[in-house]
Nanobody
Framework: QEQLVESGGGLAQPGGSLRLSCAAS????????ITWLRQAPGKERERVSC????????DYADAVKGRFTITRDSAKNMVYLQMNNLKPEDTAVYYC????????????????WGQGTEVTVSS
């Protein structure tokens, strides 16, 4: 069974950094576009960033642009989300997911999800 597993969440101070990791079992992350999403308490799930398969193209939500970076490590079968200059409003559960597409899409539904990793930004 294909699975995605996130890790790297935790407590960070405002202005601090965290790196989230997305690992896969029975699934090659390089084969598809991978998306990071987040859900804050009491709020709707929000798309954060995506990296495409074909050309490694990336996109970011306006709220994180310039602070977050999504990358792949093909050798390790991992996708990362480097989060810098964290703000309290970044507090959320972060998920990696895929819709099995090759390019990032803001409309296709994600069909394979990890269990999430919690990020708390607080002083």
């Amino acid at each position: 069974q294909e699975q995605l597993v996130e890790s790297g969440g935790g407590l960070a101070q405002p202005g601090g950094s965290l790196r989230l990791s997305c690992a896969a079992s029975r699934f090659t992350l390089d084969d598809y576009a991978i998306t990071w999403l987040r859900q804050a308490p009491g709020k709707e799930r929000e798309r954060v960033s995506c990296i495409s398969r074909q050309d490694g193209g990336t996109d970011y939500a306006d709220a994180v642009k310039g602070r977050f970076t999504i990358t792949r490590d093909s050798a390790k079968n991992m996708v990362y989300l480097q989060m810098n200059n964290l703000k309290p409003e970044d507090t959320a559960v972060y998920y990696c997911a895929t819709d099995y597409g090759y390019y990032c899409s803001k409309t296709r539904q994600q069909t394979l999800w990890g269990q999430g990793t919690e990020v708390t930004v607080s002083s």
